[in-house]
């Protein structure tokens, strides 16, 4: 599989994350990410050179679709933060940790 079919995969797989997590969907964004993961494996494992006026079109690609998820975790981070409320909890010596 050459170099440029691979990261087309990834980028796929990639928007599968983005669509997974802006509908909250766990199952399927632990399949994509787990996709994307077999892919960055085997990518690393090839070695035929890659097309170089093709790698920078599908790399931008990637980094805008991962800047749009990271925008998207950070904001339902925010969320459930506000929704949880007191993050106060206990360490294992007894002693409240956190929180207010």
């Known amino acids: 599989m050459s ?5 087309e995969q990834i980028l796929h797989a990639a928007q599968d994350q983005l669509q997974a997590a802006r509908t909250l969907n766990a199952a399927d964004l632990s399949a994509a990410t787990e996709r994307r993961a077999a892919l960055l494996h085997t990518l690393q494992q090839v070695e035929d050179a890659p097309d170089p006026s093709a790698l920078p079109v599908i790399i931008g690609q990637l ?3 991962d800047e749009r998820m990271n925008r998207i975790f950070l904001a339902a981070q925010s969320a459930f933060a506000r929704v949880s409320g007191d993050n106060a909890t206990y360490g294992r010596d007894g002693r409240m940790r956190g929180g207010v």
């Open 3 to 7: 170099t440029e079919t691979l990261l």
């Open 63 to 65: 980094s805008r679709v």
